[in-house]
């Protein structure tokens, strides 16, 4: 029986980072890009460098907190979208609170602290939509591959979907286009602010933990009753697959900023 529940905990733990671990990772590459841009472009230009993009970055990073805080029911109880006057240099913040003994609001936390994802891609797909209305048609195309068998060919699918989406952004069309060059400030700016702070982590850690446990609990019932979930977690991989290539978008433009920013702190 102790073997039994063993191999349940340790299937539940793949399984958790099955549903979760993309976001992870995208939030992980972000923040380490975000933290070490933000290093020259502080030593170059200062406070005010900063200041560039969160006007605009920041209040969608703090959007994506609100918006999963309202689906999961916590209760807000402070927000400020963007303020550059707080003593201790937070740009923006969503207080919140919720009830510890409801499954939903814990598992509520995981998603909340991971908004800014959610918030940002949704954010750099309208921007696409809006301003690059070409591009997005032709992105349109890499949606329709395949979800079947999500376990095979991830890296495959991935690499397809980012390729596809690169293309039909740094098209040589849109190098000469007035729409795409506001689209790039934007992503930027947008992709800037969607890492990660301690907080969120620290909140998702807590929604983390709850997931697992319900997860491991789905196992439980599955392997008493001999019930099938995997159809279930194969759907989610394969959403996961999409919002990956999407996320790559701000990846990549997180990048950008990284180069520019190492380069004009070495130039000034």
């Not at 549903?19 to 020259?40: D, K």
């Not at 196992?219 to 194969?234: E, H, I, K, P």
Request: hydrophobic share 55%; charged share 15%; aromatic share 14%.
């Amino acid at each position: 029986m102790e073997n039994t529940f063993l191999t349940v905990f340790r299937v539940s733990l793949f399984d958790t980072f099955y549903v979760t671990g993309s976001l992870i990772l995208v939030g992980m590459i972000l923040g380490l890009l975000e933290n070490r841009a933000n290093f020259y472009v502080q030593r170059a230009f200062g406070r005010k460098g900063i200041l560039v993009t969160a006007w605009i970055g920041t209040p969608i990073h703090e959007l994506g907190h609100l918006l999963m805080c309202y689906v999961f029911r916590h209760k807000i109880t402070k927000l400020k979208l963007f303020s550059h006057k707080e003593k201790d240099g937070t740009l923006g913040y969503v207080n919140h609170s919720w009830n510890p003994k409801s499954l939903y609001q814990n598992i509520g936390n995981f998603f909340i602290g991971m908004g800014p994802i959610f918030s940002g891609t949704v954010a750099l797909i309208i921007g696409m939509k809006l301003l690059l209305p070409d591009s997005f048609t032709r992105v349109a195309d890499y949606l329709t591959l395949e979800p079947a068998q999500p376990d095979q060919y991830i890296l495959t699918k991935i690499f397809a979907l980012t390729a596809g989406l690169f293309q039909s952004i740094f098209s040589l069309e849109n190098l000469f286009s007035l729409n795409f060059w506001i689209y790039f400030a934007l992503a930027i700016a947008i992709s800037s602010h969607m890492a990660l702070s301690k907080e969120d982590l620290k909140g998702a850690g807590r929604g983390f933990v709850t997931i697992l446990f319900f997860i491991l609990l789905i196992n439980l019932v599955a392997l008493v009753f001999n019930a099938d979930f995997s159809g279930l977690f194969a759907e989610i991989l394969a959403l996961n697959v999409y919002l990956v290539a999407f996320s790559m978008i701000s990846i990549v433009f997180s990048l950008i900023r990284l180069v520019l920013s190492a380069f004009a702190y070495h130039l000034v």
